[in-house]
Every structure is written in structure tokens, then in C-alpha cells.
């Protein structure tokens, strides 16, 4: 996906601020964060969205949280609490078309969702 922002950051051709890296993911901060801790946490592999998942992708989610969940304990937010979020299509708001789960800690926030 030579036009897609996120896997430019997958393949190093645009430079994130990286949080953690491994095999399958890779996370970093959000250019334009939401709470005091906000990080992108992305599979490597180009899905466009969380309808776009497949049998092939089952493992990819929980490779996704077990990392949004790490970097929370390290972000010194696992106790306090967080929220991860994933937006899908237009009504969730979502802007670019790379699954990403979001992570965002380090405040108060309100339910629902706006
Ligand atoms: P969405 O609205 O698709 O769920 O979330 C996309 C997120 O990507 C937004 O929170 C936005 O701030 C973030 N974002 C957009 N462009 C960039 C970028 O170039 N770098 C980083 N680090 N985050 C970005
Ligand atoms: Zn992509």
C-alpha cells in the first residue's frame, strides 16, 4: 500500500515516534494527542479496516491489545485506567484507513463517547 500514511511508518519511509516494535506490530504517539498518553497501535500489515479482518488476521487484534496493554504499564496508566479504541468508517470518525487502536490514558474520561 505505497499511498497508505501508516504502512509509510511500517516500512520507515516516514519516521514515528515509536513506543514499542516487534514481528507483527508497531506503536507510536499520536501526532495530534487526546489524553496525556495517546498511542497508535498498528499491525505491520496493511488492514484497511476493522471490517476488512479475516480469518487470516484472527491473532492480530490480541497482538494489538497485549501491546496497548504493555505499553500502558509502562506509560505508568495501568492502574489508573485507559481506553482503547478502535474507529471503523465514517460514523466512528475513523481518518486513516490502517487498522490502529488507540490508546489513551493518563486523564479522566467521560462515557459514552461523543
Ligand atoms: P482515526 O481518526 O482514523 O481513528 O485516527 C487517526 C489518528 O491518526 C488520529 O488520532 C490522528 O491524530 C493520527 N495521525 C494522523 N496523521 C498522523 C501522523 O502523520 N503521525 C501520527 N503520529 N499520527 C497521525
Ligand atoms: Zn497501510
Not at 516516514?14 to 514499542?20: F, S, W
Not at 496497548?68 to 481518518?95: F, K, L, M, P, W
Request: aromatic fraction near 6%.
Amino acid at each position: 500500500m505505497a499511498e497508505c500514511l501508516f504502512c509509510k511508518m511500517v516500512s520507515g519511509q516516514i519516521k514515528p515516534d515509536t513506543v514499542y516494535e516487534d514481528d507483527d506490530v508497531l506503536a507510536f504517539k499520536d501526532l495530534n494527542p487526546q489524553a496525556p498518553v495517546h498511542v497508535l497501535v498498528i499491525p505491520k500489515k496493511h488492514v484497511a479496516t476493522l471490517n476488512d479482518l479475516g480469518e487470516a488476521e484472527t491473532a492480530l487484534l490480541g497482538k494489538l491489545s497485549l501491546a496497548a496493554t504493555r505499553i500502558a504499564r509502562e506509560s505508568g496508566i495501568a492502574a489508573s485506567g485507559y481506553r482503547t479504541v478502535v474507529n471503523c468508517n465514517a460514523d466512528a470518525g475513523q481518518s486513516v484507513f490502517h487498522l490502529h487502536l488507540h490508546l489513551l490514558g493518563g486523564r479522566f474520561m467521560r462515557w459514552p463517547p461523543g
